[in-house]
């Protein structure tokens, strides 16, 4: 590998840590639930935890509107991507079908 192809993947999985990172405090201090725990879950207890952080991000949502003093827009940030993460894990998500395109009509004859 050369030089750029290793500095990008060093950026890359520097990024990914980092999204990790704020994942598991967001969850930890929000939810009390670790990250290393929920690897381990069964189908049930991630069905549960994902119940709590829709509610979460709704209450997060609310006090953004609100304009709240402890509105936090990267906590906000990293419970919906801590949501994300656990709804791919329970099902992956499927390519979306393609629209149908229609075709101009150039004239009428």
């Not at 993460?85 to 229609?102: F, H, M, Q, S, Y």
Request: with cysteine.
């Amino acid at each position: 590998m050369d030089l750029k192809s290793e500095a990008r993947m060093f950026v890359v999985e520097t990024e990914a840590r980092r999204r990790q990172a704020m994942q598991r405090v967001a969850l930890l201090c929000n939810c009390g639930i670790e990250i290393d725990r929920l690897q381990t879950a069964d189908a049930s207890m991630r069905g549960d935890l994902a119940r709590r952080l829709k509610r979460l991000i709704e209450r997060e949502r609310i006090r953004g509107s609100n304009r709240h003093w402890s509105y936090d827009l990267n906590r906000h940030i990293a419970l919906k991507q801590a949501l994300d993460e656990i709804d791919v894990r329970v099902a992956p998500k499927k390519k979306p079908t393609p629209g149908r395109r229609r075709q101009k009509l150039v004239g009428y004859a």
